[in-house]
Nanobody, 123 residues
């Protein structure tokens, strides 16, 4: 079992930046694929980005490609999401997740969601 704690959210104007962190405990994340998701009120929880165990392979949702950067520091058991050029539509609660050892979609993650961190982008 892994415990995940997201942090770094806040209120920012459109065009601004935020850096989210996801701290994992209970087990090391070194060998796991990890990812970021977000959910706006009344909306589905959407895939944002994914990163492999080494950090050498990343995948982004089209809506954030070129603006967001996912990274990880296995020594610190932490994953990050650098968000630049933020838009009002990026407003959501952001969650991190650990992918199943074998996954077939962007949503095949373990049910160990953290509390999430709120990101609000004003116009």
């Amino acid at each position: 079992q892994v415990q995940l704690v997201e942090s770094g959210g806040g209120l920012v104007q459109a065009g601004g930046s935020l850096r989210l962190s996801c701290a994992a405990s209970g087990r090391t994340i070194t060998s796991y694929v990890m990812g970021w998701f977000r959910q706006a009120p009344g909306k589905e929880r959407d895939f944002v980005a994914r990163i492999d165990w080494s950090g050498s392979s990343t995948t982004y949702a089209h809506s954030v490609k070129g603006r967001f950067t996912i990274s990880r520091d296995n020594a610190k058991n932490t994953m990050y999401l650098q968000m630049n050029s933020l838009k009002p539509e990026d407003t959501a609660v952001y969650y991190c997740a650990v992918y199943s050892r074998v996954y077939y979609s962007d949503y095949d993650v373990l049910p160990d969601w953290g509390q999430g961190t709120q990101v609000t982008v004003s116009s």
